[in-house]
């Protein structure tokens, strides 16, 4: 993959034939003390132990997917703005893959899924280091319906469209390296337009949804908004709840 106009932005990229989890290889450069910018890349299309939410893993067919890990350095001291990375990355990504499927359904699952159509495109994993914060995404690209790990995902291929992987690429550092760099600079989600950017694009709000707690508790209510620290707020029968992690199934969509 030659990727110019990616490679204008990434400070390095590095591009990989074959990868475990993108995730681990980036944070294993950063703890063995190699040169890494704001923002790094690292990149394959043949990821063979990805790692999502909870621990989950899964390998992809050789050319099927991009797995693109960047880490962003120099954050704010705020750890509340921390949490709106990964938001920063959904939106991002939300408008790179809409750019290129015009007339699609193209939103933001809070907290970290891409979603066209009501299928998931894209998931998104963000790791704290001791460097900045890693952020992992996986796009389906060119996998089949036959290849997709579930019903409710979908590819680009699936869609019909061949996809321009450097355009893809270069609009969503572009746009991430632009949302965190006003985080940065203001330290306040709201302050930088980020927590506007978000909620427009998150599909959650509005919705009925089931939300599955890390210890495995469930609440069921309407998502009403964002947080400012990015925590979705549920209205469970008249009282609200700030969720800060989760999994969430949109009701309409079960």
């Known amino acids: 993959m030659q990727l110019p106009r990616t490679r204008a932005l990434a400070d390095p990229l590095i591009v990989l034939d074959t990868c475990g989890s993108t995730n681990a290889e980036l944070r294993g450069r ?19 132990a990805g790692r999502g939410r909870l621990d989950r893993t899964w390998a992809t067919p050789a050319g099927s997917a991009l797995a693109a890990s960047t880490l962003l350095r120099d954050l704010p001291a705020d750890i509340d703005a921390w949490g ?6 959904g939106v991002a990504m939300t408008d ?9 359904d193209v939103g933001l699952k809070w907290p970290n899924d891409v979603l066209v159509d009501g299928r998931k495109i894209c998931g998104i994993l963000a ?5 900045g914060i890693v952020v992992g995404t996986g796009v389906n690209t060119s996998m089949t ?9 979908t590819s680009f291929a699936v869609l019909g469209v061949s996809v321009d992987a450097d355009r893809l690429l270069a609009e969503y550092l572009s746009e991430l390296i632009a949302l965190v760099d006003g985080l940065i600079k203001s330290a306040d989600a709201v302050a930088s337009g980020l927590h506007a950017e978000a909620e427009r694009r998150c599909l959650s709000i509005g919705r009925d949804v089931d939300v599955t707690l890390p210890g495995g508790d469930v609440l069921h209510g309407r998502a009403v908004r964002l947080q400012h620290d990015g925590c979705l707020v549920v209205d ?18 079960a």
């Not at 040169?35 to 394959?44: D, E, I, Q, S, V």
């Not at 809409?98 to 699609?104: E, M, N, S, V, Y």
């Not at 469970?236 to 969509?253: K, N, Q």
């Open 30 to 48: 950063i703890e063995a003390g190699e040169r890494l910018g704001h923002p790094a890349m690292l990149l394959t299309d043949a990821q063979t």
């Open 84 to 89: 709106w990375v990964p938001l920063a990355a």
């Open 96 to 104: 790179a893959v809409a750019a290129q499927l015009p007339g699609r």
């Open 127 to 131: 790791e704290v280091t001791a460097q």
């Open 145 to 153: 319906e036959a290849q997709l790990p579930v019903q409710t995902a």
């Open 236 to 253: 469970i029968g008249g009282t609200t709840r700030a969720v800060a992690s989760g999994d969430v199934v949109h009701a309409r969509l």
